[in-house]
């Protein structure tokens, strides 16, 4: 059957997710086509990124390294652009068919909402775009008719677990890793280094996704969106930590019937599958061999030690603005952790902090999540320099 180019755009494409996602396309040159690509920082990986996919466009967000750029692309026909705003100038191109978000943190809910208005699918590879405006999202996406199709593991191993079901769905369970601390105790923990928590066992990720495994954070933010992907209750969420990541996470039907999506540890896949949705592509990705894994073990998540997971739970239960208090202090603790102006542990006292202290708004707009974020994140640095 035969399939029309796919033009896309990828919102951070220096990053772990958008690197991996240039490896598709570059792999599948028939099926897509780069049409945008963006970068917070990187510029020289910008630039080669751009000599050879050759897109419509491109946005370096620092505009202190716009110049540069700009040199190096001018004998391309390549349009450069610099900062924030134009990210959302981008996604509207005509022609781009998909936008594929893999900036980090809340900057991804603006352009992805640009994209949906200018009614291009999102592959969605920022949760917090999600976590903080889930349900101005899912009501902009019904309202524009565009497909959302999640990049994470776990939620692409839901969406493929749901494929041509039409049951309800009575429990997911969302797999963690358990990071690289999982089993240590609080006395370890207090004097965990940044150094540690960024060895993550399974997985090659970006230094803020890396931190959040260690914390668990990654899951609670993972457990909020799939709220919003999936139409779920909190009843109907839980954790459950499998150290081999081979199994990506498991749907559980209204008959007790359960299904799970399994393979090794490899993002490309469900880049692919949301990129090339509803078919899927064949690759040369690694294989799973059940012999080289003759045990998978499961256990409980300890949200007393990782008190994140929990904070997690308790934003998406009390709703409103509150998981977006949760989000903007974890991306300051995170960033201060990196910076070593904070203990691993006191991640967690900042952010239940933040979720006591920020003005709670029941049912937020859109300039209340914005005005949510900017006095969270002001409030939680003055948290930082206390300490």
Same mark, same amino acid.
């Given at each position: 059957?035969?399939?029309?180019?796919?033009? !896309?755009?990828?919102?951070?494409?220096? =990053?772990?997710?958008?690197?991996?996602?240039?490896?598709?396309?570059?792999?599948?040159?028939?099926?897509?086509?780069?049409?945008?690509?963006?970068?917070?920082?990187?510029?020289?990986?910008?630039?080669?990124?751009?000599?050879? /996919?050759?897109?419509?466009?491109?946005?370096?967000?620092?505009?202190?390294?716009? +110049?540069?750029?700009?040199?190096?692309?001018?004998?391309?026909?390549?349009?450069?652009?610099? =900062?924030?705003? &134009? $990210?959302?100038?981008?996604?509207?191109?005509?022609?781009?068919?998909?936008?594929?978000?893999? #900036?980090?943190?809340?900057? =991804?809910?603006?352009?992805?909402?640009?994209?949906?208005?200018?009614?291009?699918?999102?592959? $969605?590879?920022?949760?917090?775009?999600?976590?903080?405006?889930?349900?101005?999202?899912?009501? #902009?996406?019904? *309202?524009? *008719?565009?497909?959302?199709?999640?990049?994470?593991?776990?939620?692409?191993?839901?969406? *493929?677990?749901?494929?041509?079901?039409?049951?309800?769905?009575?429990?997911?369970?969302?797999?963690?890793?358990? =990071?690289?601390?999982?089993?240590?105790?609080?006395?370890?923990?207090?004097?965990?280094?940044?150094?540690?928590?960024?060895?993550?066992?399974?997985?090659?990720?970006?230094?803020?996704?890396?931190?959040?495994?260690?914390?668990?954070?990654?899951?609670?933010?993972?457990?909020?969106?799939?709220?919003?992907?999936?139409?779920?209750?909190?009843?109907?969420?839980?954790? !459950?930590?499998?150290?081999?990541?081979?199994?990506?996470? !498991?749907? +559980? %039907?209204?008959?007790?019937?359960?299904?799970?999506?399994?393979?090794?540890?490899?993002?490309?896949?469900?880049? *692919?599958?949301?990129?090339?949705?509803?078919?899927?592509?064949?690759?040369? /990705?690694?294989?799973?061999?059940?012999?080289?894994?003759?045990?998978?073990?499961?256990?409980?998540?300890?949200?007393?030690? /990782?008190?994140?997971?929990?904070?997690? %739970?308790?934003?998406?239960?009390?709703?409103? @603005?509150?998981?977006?208090? !949760?989000? &903007?202090? @974890?991306?300051?603790?995170?960033?201060? %952790?990196?910076?070593?102006?904070?203990?691993?542990?006191?991640?967690?006292?900042?952010?239940?902090?933040?979720?006591?202290?920020?003005?709670?708004?029941?049912?937020?707009? #859109?300039?209340?999540?914005?005005?949510?974020?900017?006095?969270?994140?002001? /409030?939680?640095?003055?948290?930082?320099?206390?300490?």
């Amino acid at each position: 059957m035969h399939q029309s180019v796919k033009n !896309i755009a990828i919102l951070g494409s220096t =990053g772990s997710i958008g690197t991996q996602a240039l490896d598709v396309i570059e792999a599948n040159p028939t099926l897509f086509c780069v049409q945008v690509l963006t970068a917070q920082t990187n510029v020289d990986l910008l630039i080669a990124q751009s000599l050879k /996919f050759n897109p419509r466009a491109v946005v370096i967000c620092d505009e202190s390294k716009y +110049q540069q750029l700009k040199d190096a692309l001018k004998h391309t026909e390549i349009e450069v652009k610099a =900062g924030e705003e &134009a $990210l959302c100038e981008v996604v509207v191109l005509p022609g781009v068919t998909m936008v594929l978000t893999a #900036l980090v943190g809340f900057a =991804g809910l603006k352009p992805t909402m640009a994209a949906i208005k200018a009614g291009k699918h999102i592959a $969605l590879a920022n949760k917090e775009t999600l976590v903080v405006a889930g349900e101005l999202i899912n009501a #902009l996406a019904k *309202q524009y *008719q565009v497909d959302i199709l999640p990049v994470d593991s776990e939620h692409s191993a839901i969406f *493929q677990c749901l494929v041509g079901e039409k049951s309800p769905i009575e429990k997911i369970y969302l797999t963690a890793s358990g =990071g690289p601390f999982r089993g240590e105790s609080i006395e370890f923990l207090s004097t965990a280094t940044k150094d540690q928590a960024l060895k993550h066992p399974n997985w090659v990720m970006g230094a803020k996704i890396t931190i959040d495994s260690a914390t668990l954070m990654n899951k609670g933010l993972e457990v909020i969106e799939a709220k919003w992907l999936f139409d779920l209750t909190t009843e109907q969420i839980d954790v !459950i930590v499998h150290p081999q990541s081979i199994v990506h996470s !498991i749907v +559980q %039907f209204q008959d007790g019937s359960m299904k799970a999506q399994m393979g090794v540890p490899d993002m490309k896949l469900p880049i *692919q599958y949301a990129m090339a949705y509803p078919n899927r592509v064949k690759n040369d /990705f690694k294989r799973f061999n059940f012999l080289d894994h003759p045990t998978l073990t499961f256990e409980p998540a300890n949200t007393k030690i /990782f008190r994140n997971l929990a904070l997690a %739970f308790e934003a998406l239960q009390k709703a409103g @603005n509150m998981p977006c208090i !949760i989000n &903007a202090a @974890n991306e300051v603790v995170v960033a201060e %952790f990196l910076k070593d102006e904070i203990g691993f542990l006191q991640m967690s006292e900042v952010i239940e902090t933040c979720m006591a202290k920020v003005a709670y708004i029941k049912e937020p707009t #859109l300039a209340d999540y914005f005005e949510t974020d900017k006095q969270t994140r002001i /409030f939680a640095k003055h948290l930082v320099k206390s300490i």
